[in-house]
């Protein structure tokens, strides 16, 4: 039966963990993973996190199944957090999925349920799973624009000359913050001028919401989404808890529609029904988890203060290694790194370059520069300045 099942086409970020772990050089350096690592290089188990788990355990008298959607207390917890009152409960259809990673297929799902024939426009530059997923759910995809031929800006003008070719009913992918992979962000400003567009066009904008937290806040990394599904009819969205609670073997997401009232129960039932057919009930640990913190004062509380300290680490390492580059190489090449926002930033090197910093300095980044400024700290940052001076020479 599987003689002629081809070979799977490896993951490139699978392959290149793969490739550090079977590395026995000591002193390697992972960069291309995304997960938060502090000082000592570990990816820690929250504070938070312990507390309201501790407090399930104590708690928590039954394990049997919920609804399809998932726990209430979650989704509305979620909702909250994403979208801060924008717009009415009644107009927010939602379900829980095994991780950001499900929702986005999710969501591509159902808008193959509804438009076959709709195009997804995604950013020249995006997470590489965005464009499998889409394929999987059986759509097609088109790039914008995004980051500008130097690196380090955003191109503002050629996303929205992209984007003025969306079709009504076509699809148009957002980072809601922390770019993945450039760390570039929309404005305020832009967020308005994306709204407006949309609103002409009748494209339907899709937040893919990963990272809120590690941008310029919890609130402040909200603010595009919030700004569009108060000024349009129709919004999709995607969110993970995998980064900002530290949650990532938990695999907890969220599927979201934002829509008129009028359609609330439909689409409801739309994404219960394509959770049936997918994996069923979601996971319920991690939610509960999460819900159990937004639900508390004092536990929120030490979630934002770890959460901030997080942001502000990342922040500083960006801060860091700009000045340890400008030092080894002796020009502002890297500088936009120091204003770029999130976990990643995508460094301008060539594909030899980024070979070379793995085959000869152990330095592991994804081929195309993705860099996680999560996973440096200060011993590895001047040994990756100094690494990236010698083959950029």
């Known amino acids: 039966m599987f003689e002629t099942l081809p070979d799977p086409k490896l993951d490139g970020i699978i392959a290149l963990m793969q490739a550090f772990a079977a590395d026995p050089r000591m002193g390697k350096i992972d960069l291309g993973v995304g997960v938060y690592r502090d000082e000592a290089g570990r990816t820690p188990v929250m504070q938070a996190v312990k507390q309201a788990e501790a407090h399930i355990v104590a708690t928590q008298e039954s394990k049997t199944y919920l609804s399809l959607a998932g726990d209430v207390a979650f989704l509305d917890t979620m909702e909250g957090l994403l979208l801060g009152g924008a717009v009415p409960r ?144 129709e919004v999709l969205v995607a969110a993970s808890c995998s980064k900002n609670f530290g949650l990532y073997r938990e695999r907890v997401g969220v ?53 901030e300290d997080m942001r502000t680490r990342v922040a500083q390492n960006r801060r860091t290694l700009a000045a340890a580059l400008r030092a080894e190489t002796g020009t502002n090449r890297f500088d936009a790194i120091e204003h770029q926002q999130g976990m990643f930033s995508l460094l301008p090197l060539s594909g030899a370059q980024v070979e070379c910093l793995r085959a000869d300095h152990g330095v592991y980044m994804l081929w195309d520069g993705r860099t996680n400024m999560a996973g440096l700290n200060s011993q590895t940052i001047p040994v990756l300045a100094q690494a990236i001076a010698k083959v950029v020479a």
Request: glycine share 10%.
């Open 90 to 233: 009644a107009r927010v259809a939602a379900v829980g999925t095994p991780g950001g990673t499900a929702a986005v297929r999710q969501i591509a799902e159902l808008v193959r349920l509804v438009r076959a024939d709709a195009t997804i426009w995604t950013s020249a530059q995006t997470w590489p799973n965005h464009a499998p997923l889409i394929a999987a759910a059986g759509l097609k995809s088109r790039p914008y624009r995004y980051q500008d031929g130097a690196g380090a800006m955003l191109d503002r003008d050629g996303m929205f000359a992209d984007l003025a070719g969306a079709a009504a009913g076509d699809v148009v992918l957002l980072h809601g913050c922390c770019h993945n992979p450039t760390g570039l962000d929309l404005s305020v400003q832009d967020w308005a001028e994306m709204a407006a567009l949309l609103d002409r066009t009748g494209a339907v904008p899709f937040v893919d919401m990963a990272y809120q937290g590690f941008g310029e806040g919890v609130n402040a990394d909200a603010g595009g989404l919030r700004h569009l599904a108060a000024r349009l009819p």
């Open 255 to 307: 599927a979201m529609a934002i829509v008129p009232e009028a359609h609330k129960a439909r689409l409801a039932g739309a994404l219960a029904s394509l959770n049936r057919q997918n994996f069923a009930f979601p996971p319920d640990h991690g939610g509960r988890v999460v819900s159990t913190i937004l639900n508390d004062t004092a536990l929120k509380h030490v979630w934002q203060t770890e959460l």
